[in-house]
T-cell receptor, first 109, second 118 residues
Framework: GQNIDQPTEMTATEGAIVQINCTYQ??????LFWYQQHAGEAPTFLSY??LDGLEEKGRFSSFLSRSKGYSYLLLKELQMKDSASYLC??????????WGAGTKLIIKP | GAVVSQHPSWVICKSGTSVKIECRSL??????MFWYRQFPKQSLMLMAT?????????EQGVEKDKFLINHASLTLSTLTVTSAHPEDSSFYIC??????????????FGPGTRLLVL
């Protein structure tokens, strides 16, 4: 079957670095998306990885290892506004996004 | 965990017909549901926010007369694609917001509906 595994909740301190891990199993693979979702709002797109390696975009970086079915989202210089849920969503062979429940990130001063 | 269903999962229709897609929250009440569209190899695109008992809020560029949204109950929102054309062929995903306010809100996504207009 298809499955996404992310921690339910993480806590970090303002200014620090946090890594959110994601392991997945899909029927085929066409890349992996990370989304950010603030409470009460729709998700917003953060990153898309289709090849192995690290993609850096400002304070956010995303890593992919296809052979291991593993990805992580790295957030640097954490700000209070980064408190949100982070969704890892791989795309299967039908280009369908497989959704998990996401990781709720709590930032403390 | 919270479950959101969509029906149908696949639709193939002729150009000019209307298609209705249902989104249901099965084990919780959702005052807010979102409708997304996703084209191949692209990210989700929010189409509209559906609020129970009131009119939906559409994103810029989304035709409200073409994509009719009805959120008549706390567990059901429907999206009707009127007079569908081939360019409307896409993957439509709904999500339901669990919780009323505050940090405990979580959005749960449906499995999506793939629409093919011939």
């Amino acid at each position: 079957g298809q499955n996404i595994d992310q921690p339910t909740e993480m806590t970090a301190t303002e200014g620090a670095i946090v890594q959110i891990n994601c392991t997945y199993q899909t029927s085929g693979f066409n890349g992996l998306f990370w989304y950010q979702q603030h409470a009460g709002e729709a998700p917003t797109f953060l990153s898309y990885n289709v090849l192995d390696g690290l993609e850096e975009k400002g304070r956010f970086s995303s890593f992919l290892s296809r052979s291991k079915g593993y990805s992580y989202l790295l957030l640097k210089e954490l700000q209070m506004k980064d408190s949100a849920s982070y969704l890892c969503a791989p795309m299967d062979s039908n280009y369908q996004l497989i959704w998990g429940a996401g990781t709720k990130l709590i930032i403390k001063p | 965990g919270a479950v959101v269903s969509q029906h149908p999962s696949w639709v193939i229709c002729k150009s000019g017909t209307s298609v209705k897609i249902e989104c249901r929250s099965l084990d919780f009440q959702a005052t807010t549901m979102f409708w997304y569209r996703q084209f191949p190899k692209q990210s989700l695109m929010l189409m509209a926010t559906s609020n129970e008992g009131s009119k939906a809020t559409y994103e810029q560029g989304v035709e409200k007369d073409k994509f009719l949204i009805n959120h008549a109950s706390l567990t059901l929102s429907t999206l009707t694609v009127t007079s569908a054309h081939p360019e409307d062929s896409s993957f439509y995903i709904c999500s339901a917001l669990r919780g009323n306010s505050g940090d405990s809100e979580t959005q749960y996504f449906g499995p999506g509906t793939r629409l093919l207009v011939l």
